[in-house]
Each structure stands twice: as C-alpha cells, then as structure tokens.
C-alpha cells in the first residue's frame, strides 16, 4: 500500500503563487507515476501535472508555463508550484500514484482558492 500525504493549499489572489507538496509513504518501490490532478466544484476530476511511467512529464493546457511538477526522490515528496494563479484553478487539488498491478493511490486532497 502507499499512502499519500498533501499539503500547501489555502487561499491566494489572484496572480498569486502556491507551492503543493505530497509526501508518499509506504510501498513507494511499487510507484512507477506520480502527479496532480484537480476536481472543481460541478466539474470531473482532470489531470494537471505527472511524471509518466516513461520518465517524461505531461501538463494540462490550461495550466502549462505556469505549473511546474517537481519531486525530491531523497525524501519521496512531489511537488507543484503554482504561479500566475487564476480563479478557474480554485480546486481540490489531489495527489496521484499509479503503481504496481495497476494500482491507483489518491490523497485526500488539498484545497486551493483563488480570489480575484
């Protein structure tokens, strides 16, 4: 099993920044993908960022040349740095592990709110 830890949402103006972190604990050998995904209200949960079982690194659209998806192997952390924030990026921000035997591992999610 892994369990995954996020932390970092809040409240933030409009053209603000945010940093998220995810720690993952556990079964972090079994991890072959990690990332971000977000689910605003009414709306499904979509992709923001990953690191692909490839190695390589996806981002949305709507959020590329302002988020940058980044990890500490040393301390099993995920990171997602938010720049230029927008009120369309008001979410609930969760923490994704894709593992071994298809495994998909979710946090509990973080709240990020942003005001214009």
């Known amino acids: 099993q892994v369990q995954l830890v996020e932390s970092g949402g809040g409240l933030v103006q409009a053209g603000g920044s945010l940093r998220l972190s995810c720690a993952a604990s556990g079964s972090i050998f079994s991890i072959n993908a990690m990332g971000w995904y977000r689910q605003a209200p009414g709306k499904q949960r979509e992709l923001v960022a990953q690191?692909?079982?490839?190695?390589?690194?996806n981002y949305a659209d709507s959020v590329k040349g302002r988020f940058t998806i980044s990890r500490d192997n040393a301390k099993n952390t995920v990171y997602l740095q938010m720049s230029s924030l927008k009120p369309e990026d008001t979410a609930v921000y969760y923490c994704?592990?894709?593992?071994?035997?298809?495994?998909?591992?979710w946090g509990q999610g973080t709240q990020v709110t942003v005001s214009s």
């Open positions: 994704w592990a894709f593992g071994l035997r298809n495994k998909v591992y």
């Open positions: 690191f692909t079982t490839g190695g390589t690194i």
